[in-house]
C-alpha cells in the first residue's frame, strides 16, 4: 500500500517515526501520525490543517493528547461512561500516579523495537492507513495523499479525532474545505 503514498504523504510516515522516536516510545501511534501532520508547512493537509486553525494551536493539541495519554489513552466519552458506573477517572489517575509515577497510564514503553530497528504500528495507526486508502478510494484518487491521512484521523474514533474535533477540525469540515462537499478535490 505504501508504494500509493504521495511524497507529502510518505513524509507524514516518516515523521511519525521520527516523533514515536523523540519520544522513547517503541511503537508508532495515531497520535505520531497526528503530530506529523501537524509539522507539515505543504501539502493539502497542511492547507485544511491552517485553514482550520491548528496551525497556530500545536502547543495546544500537543497538550490535549499528552493528557489522553496520561489517562490511558482514553477518551473524554470513555471517562464520561465510566463516571456513569460511578468510576472517577481523575481519581484513578491520581492514585495511580501517587503509587507508581506521573504519566505511569500512558504506557510509552510497551513493547520492543524489532530486530530490524524499525517501530511497528499500532493497530490504531495501521487503521488510520488502511482508512486513508478507503477515503482516496471514495474520491476517486488513485494515489494517498496526506488530506487522506487527516481525514482518516477524523473518521476514526479515539483521542486524535477527539482533539482535533475539540479544535474545529471535524471529519465534515475537512472534507468540505478539501472537497467541498462534491467528492472532486478542490484547490489547496
Do not use: N
Not at 14 to 32: L, N, S
Not at 145 to 172: C, F, I, M, N, Q
Request: some cysteine; charged content about 30%; overall charge neutral.
Amino acid at each position: 500500500m505504501f508504494e500509493r503514498f504521495t511524497q507529502d504523504a510518505r513524509a507524514v510516515v516518516t515523521g511519525a517515526v521520527a516523533h514515536c522516536e523523540r519520544a522513547g516510545d517503541h511503537r508508532v501511534d495515531e497520535a505520531h501520525l497526528l503530530l506529523a501532520l501537524l509539522e507539515r508547512e505543504r501539502g493539502r493537509a497542511a492547507f485544511a490543517l491552517s485553514e482550520l486553525g491548528l496551525t497556530g494551536r500545536r502547543d495546544a493539541v500537543e497538550r490535549d493528547l499528552a493528557e489522553a495519554r496520561r489517562r490511558g489513552g482514553l477518551t473524554r466519552a470513555d471517562a464520561d461512561a465510566l463516571a456513569g458506573l460511578g468510576i472517577d477517572l481523575t481519581e484513578i489517575v491520581s492514585r495511580v500516579e501517587e503509587a507508581h509515577g506521573q504519566g505511569a497510564l500512558a504506557g510509552t514503553h510497551a513493547g520492543a523495537v524489532r530486530r530490524s530497528g524499525r517501530r511497528p504500528f499500532t493497530r490504531g495507526a495501521k487503521d488510520v492507513l488502511t482508512r486513508s486508502l478507503r477515503a482516496a478510494l471514495a474520491h476517486g484518487d488513485r494515489h494517498i495523499g496526506d488530506e487522506h491521512l487527516v481525514l482518516a484521523l477524523t473518521a476514526r474514533p479515539g483521542v486524535p479525532s477527539e482533539v482535533l474535533a475539540d479544535h474545529g477540525a471535524t471529519y465534515a469540515a475537512v472534507e468540505d474545505l478539501l472537497w467541498g462537499g462534491s467528492g472532486r478535490a478542490k484547490a489547496g
